[in-house]
Nanobody, 121 residues
C-alpha cells in the first residue's frame, strides 16, 4: 500500500510554469513506476507522463512532449511534474498514481486525491 498526496496546483497564465509534487508514504516507493494523469471537465481521465522505478525511463503523451518533465527523488519519496509553456487546454485536475509492477503504461493501483491546474488565456 502507498498513499499519495499531490500539491503545487494553481492558477497560471498561458505560457507560464508550474511544478506539481506528489509525496508518497511508505518505505517501498522505489518499487513503483509513477505516473501523472489529468482529467478536464467533461472529459475522461488521460495519461500524461510516467517514470520508471529508477527514473531512467520516462514516457509522455504527445501533447506535452517538450513542455512537461517528470522526475522522481526516491530518497524523498516524491515524484514531480514540471510543466512549462502551459496552455489553456492543460487545465485539469492532475493526479499522481503508482504502478506496483513497474510498468509505465500498466494498470495503476494507487491514486492521489488530485490537484487543480487552471491555465488562463
Amino acid at each position: 500500500q502507498v498513499q499519495l498526496v499531490e500539491s503545487g496546483g494553481g492558477l497560471v497564465q498561458a505560457g507560464g510554469s508550474l511544478r506539481l509534487s506528489c509525496a508518497a508514504s511508505g518505505r517501498t516507493f522505489s518499487i513503483y513506476a509513477m505516473g501523472w494523469f489529468r482529467q478536464a471537465p467533461g472529459k475522461e481521465r488521460e495519461f500524461v507522463a510516467a517514470i520508471s522505478r529508477s527514473g531512467g525511463s520516462t514516457y509522455y503523451v504527445d501533447s506535452v512532449k517538450g513542455r512537461f518533465t517528470i522526475s522522481r527523488d526516491n530518497a524523498k519519496n516524491t515524484v514531480y511534474l514540471q510543466m512549462n509553456v502551459l496552455k489553456p487546454e492543460d487545465t485539469a485536475v492532475y493526479y499522481c498514481a503508482a504502478e506496483r509492477y513497474g510498468l509505465l503504461r500498466g494498470s495503476y493501483d494507487y491514486w492521489g486525491q488530485g490537484t487543480q491546474v487552471t491555465v488562463s488565456s
